[in-house]
């Protein structure tokens, strides 16, 4: 996953007058109204709903999350719970709700900072899709050339209607596209940013929602450690693999480890089933159990191979929290 700073930095290259036209009406607008569909190669559309207002209020909806900052508390509640949680509003949490490659599209229109710097933009010919024609832009994010983007802005409104997006490293390609429709420059109505609980949800404290409890759907994961800033500690296992039901049985079942675990978002993938054969792959997982410290934005921090007593386990975890924070 991409960073939300690399987009936010390549979203506003002064050397491009398209994105010149984008930014400056990002700039200008009180208000902010879109629907998002994202899809990545081999993975299926993910739609978000989106609705800022200046200076500092939000109602991002995610596949499996609803988070609303209204100007002094953030309220984010996770669908597949039924749960929620509030935390005070700071410039800091209000951008982390946009730290997802889809949503960072747009984290400039808060903070005008963001559009500062990029290591190459430019203007590149008319293109037609589905009959329209479109203004198109060339970003490279960063110097190394690792991460590009194509924007299709829309002739009349000068306002991105797609996004192509490429990463590459050294083993692999990445791509996703973007598709904005509709995009609503005004401000939305203040009953978007009032947080309805729906019925029998349940208000519980953000550490709660993480501490000793495993997820198994990745993008709610992901959500999680937006909202809170943490690491994900993914077990990646197979049903078959006597190791990893020793590990969760000697140390995840512990105190010790319960005590620990609420300063991190648990996730369990099994690498044999469903996205979880993606997900493998994807990360290189060889050999189980293994168990990666992943970032919010889907970057490994620490990682062990292998269940060495509960101890290991502790201290593993110790290892990823220092990196993380360091």
């Excluded at 979203?11 to 607008?29: C, E, I, R, V, Y």
């Excluded at 430019?122 to 009959?131: A, E, Q």
Aim: proline letters at 3%; hydrophobic letters at 40%; a negative charge.
């Amino acid at each position: 996953m991409i960073s939300a700073a690399v987009l936010a930095v390549a979203l506003g290259a002064p050397a491009s007058s398209n994105f010149d036209a984008f930014t400056s009406a990002l700039k200008s607008a009180e208000g902010l109204q879109a629907t998002l569909k994202s899809q990545e190669v081999s993975r299926g559309v993910a739609t978000y709903n989106i609705a800022l207002a200046k200076p500092n209020k939000a109602r991002i909806e995610t596949p499996t999350r609803l988070a609303i900052a209204d100007g002094e508390t953030v309220t984010i509640f996770m669908k597949t719970k039924n749960k929620f949680f509030t935390k005070e509003q700071s410039p800091e949490v209000l951008g982390s709700l946009f730290d997802n490659m889809a949503l960072s599209t747009f984290v400039g229109f808060f903070d005008e900072t963001a559009y500062n710097g990029v290591a190459s933009a430019t203007n590149g010919k008319d293109r037609k899709l589905g009959g329209q024609m479109y203004d198109t832009a060339n970003v490279t994010a960063d110097r190394a050339g690792e991460t590009t983007m194509t924007f299709f802005f829309d002739q009349r409104d000068h306002l991105p209607r797609r996004v192509l997006y490429t990463t590459k490293t050294l083993i692999k390609r990445q791509s996703s596209v973007l598709s904005v429709d509709p995009l609503i420059l005004g401000a939305p109505s203040d009953d978007e940013f009032i947080f309805h609980a729906p019925e029998d949800a349940e208000e519980v404290s953000e550490e709660s929602m993480a501490a000793g409890v495993w997820h198994y759907d990745w993008d709610e994961a992901i959500g999680l450690a937006d909202a809170g800033d943490k690491l994900m500690m993914v077990d990646f296992f197979t049903t078959w693999c006597g190791p990893c039901k020793m590990m969760d049985e000697e140390a995840f079942q512990s105190d010790e480890f319960k005590k620990v675990s609420g300063d991190f978002v648990l996730v369990k993938i099994d690498c044999e089933k469903g996205d979880g054969i993606g997900l493998a792959k994807q990360y290189k997982v060889n050999a189980y159990p293994t168990v990666k410290f992943i970032n919010s934005d889907g970057e490994i921090v620490h990682e062990f191979v292998g269940y060495g007593g509960k101890q290991m386990v502790l201290d593993e975890m110790k290892k990823a929290q220092a990196k993380f924070k360091g």
